[in-house]
Nanobody, 115 residues
């Protein structure tokens, strides 16, 4: 079973930055697409950004230009660099590994943007 360990969440003021990290166990990282989702209280879990095994990236419109997803296959880690954070970015952020038939989730890390 693949386990995903997330880190980097916390409390930050509006306009600040955070970097989330996610490191899956096992040896399939380089073959997997890696995705970041977030879920705010009372709302559905939404896709924030994704990076394929080949390095292609996609972002939801509301984070384009502010968030950057990247991966380091040697370290088996995916990152989500979040800049110019806004209060509406407050949510639990989840890392997802997708490599069929595997579809694995991290435990989530809280990001709170507040003054």
């Amino acid at each position: 079973q693949v386990q995903l360990v997330e880190s980097g969440g916390g409390l930050v003021q509006p306009g600040g930055s955070l970097r989330l990290s996610c490191t899956p166990s096992g040896n399939i990282f380089s073959l997997a697409d890696m995705l970041w989702y977030r879920q705010a209280p009372g709302k559905e879990r939404d896709l924030v950004a994704a990076i394929t095994s080949g390095g292609d990236t996609i972002y939801r419109d509301s984070v384009k230009g502010r968030f950057t997803v990247s991966r380091d296959n040697a370290k088996k880690t995916v990152y989500l660099q979040m800049n110019s954070l806004k209060p509406e970015d407050t949510a639990v952020y989840y890392c997802n590994l997708f490599q069929p038939p595997r579809n694995e989730w991290g435990q989530g890390t809280q990001v709170t943007v507040s003054s």
